[in-house]
């Protein structure tokens, strides 16, 4: 069904977060599997994009990306239009799209499957704003400085643990904003402290999702708006993070879906996008359905 893979391009983020040999781990897995293979090591950000665009335009079989959400989101904002299929080897402290989809967090396992052509083609929507792509979502509010916080030195010491001193953090400052939506033509008014426009429905280290409707092929973003800063949300977060299952108290979190969605908040919030922080408001959000192929596991 699948073109057979005999070249691709691997772009490579060597501070993504992992604290692992990489090269001599993807070197010996496409020797094994005869797949011709090029490294591309980004140093700044951008790179990402310029390398996935020059792989597009070269007509590789498969554009690989070693790294984050970031760093994929890069490769996939450089592959927009391209029916080339995207290989993820999870390197990042935050691999939420690569846990959506099934992919093994081990390097070694990922690569295998690559070269055992035990992958298969999965199609998956792309977020936009103004000019700019993303893959997992968009957060303002506490969830945005839970993200945010954890800063590039504390997620290479800590990794997921980063996440956490982050929240503890943000829980200081936790305040109640109003936001104003509009999603596909329809407006609402909805005070909260936390505003989520996902792609994804997991959050990165469980195969929990935040809601079981939440689909990243489905053509739909999906909107919550957490409502309350109460102790059932931390339970929430804890019962999610810890238990693994999902508590059913669902007046604590308000959720639409839509194509498209306009958003502002006052006062003024901090936004993270794919662990990124912006600067724009008010936001007004697209999905592009089935912007993306990726290879993802059979079983
Ligand atoms: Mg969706």
């Not at 093994?104 to 792509?133: E, H, S």
Request: net charge positive; glycine share 10%; hydrophobic share 45%.
């Amino acid at each position: 069904m699948e073109k057979k893979i005999k070249l691709i391009h691997i772009i490579i983020n060597p501070v993504a977060g992992k604290d692992e040999s990489v090269l001599p781990v993807i070197n010996s897995t496409m020797k094994e599997a005869g797949i011709k293979w090029e490294g591309l090591i980004t140093q700044k950000a951008g790179d990402g994009i310029g390398f996935a665009k020059a792989a597009v335009k070269a007509g590789v079989d498969a554009i690989a990306v070693y790294g984050g959400d970031g760093t994929v989101m890069e490769a996939i904002s450089g592959m927009m239009g391209s029916d080339i299929p995207l290989v993820i080897l999870p390197g990042g402290s935050a691999n939420v799209m690569a846990t959506e989809l099934g992919i093994p967090a081990d390097l070694n396992k990922a690569c295998t499957l690559l070269g055992q052509g035990q992958l298969k083609m999965k199609t998956i929507d792309v977020g936009q704003f103004d000019k700019r792509y993303f893959i997992t979502g968009i957060s303002i509010g506490f969830e945005a400085d839970m993200v945010t916080g954890a800063n590039r030195g504390t997620k290479n010491k800590f990794g997921i643990l980063a996440y956490f001193i982050s929240a503890a953090k943000a829980l200081k400052k936790i305040t109640k904003v109003t936001y104003h939506l509009k999603i596909d033509g329809q407006e609402y008014k909805v005070k909260g402290l936390t505003c989520i426009i996902t792609n994804t429905g997991n959050i990165g280290f469980s195969t929990i999702s935040l809601d079981k409707h939440i689909d990243v092929s489905d053509g739909l973003l999906d909107v919550l708006i957490v409502r309350k800063a109460t102790i059932s949300f931390f339970n929430l977060i804890m019962l999610t993070l810890i238990k693994r299952e999902r508590p059913h108290n669902v007046e604590l979190v308000k959720h639409w879906q839509g194509k498209e969605i306009c958003i502002s908040a006052k006062p003024k919030q901090t936004i993270q996008c794919d662990g990124e922080v912006l600067k724009e408001m008010p936001l007004h959000i697209k999905v592009i359905p089935g912007a993306i192929n990726v290879l993802v596991p059979k079983k």
